[in-house]
């Protein structure tokens, strides 16, 4: 049996930039990724704190040590400069692997940095 996990999670991010005239996704900075094992293109959910928004979207790399998280195209429509989201990617396995399974959390300090 295969089961849906939790992958990755960079809990509290800070919204940085919000670009409604964009093609649509979320721009993160690269250091962000790696250490959360995120990757371009991937699947993700973004969870806005402030206003309790969920959105789905992808990752476009944004400039390492920038601390960007800018939701871009209509996703800037679900949040604001200095909103705080939880963004979370996840994983299909197989159930008895899943149960050793440890996902990649990470809580950036402030400006998203590391």
């Not at 969920?54 to 400039?63: N, Q, S």
């Not at 871009?72 to 979370?88: L, S």
């Amino acid at each position: 049996m295969q089961i849906e996990v939790l992958k990755s999670k960079i809990h509290r991010a800070v919204i940085t930039e919000a670009n409604l005239n964009y093609v649509g996704s979320l721009t993160l900075d690269e250091d962000l990724m790696d250490r959360a094992n995120l990757i371009e293109n991937e699947k993700v959910t973004v969870v806005n704190v402030n206003n309790g928004q969920r959105l789905e979207t992808y990752i476009i790399k944004g400039k390492r040590g920038s601390g960007v998280c800018c939701l871009n195209g209509p996703a800037a429509r679900q949040g604001a400069v200095g909103d705080i989201v939880i963004i979370i990617s996840y994983a299909h396995m197989d159930f008895e692997k899943a149960k050793l399974f440890k996902p990649w959390i990470i809580f950036p300090k402030e400006g998203n940095k590391l």
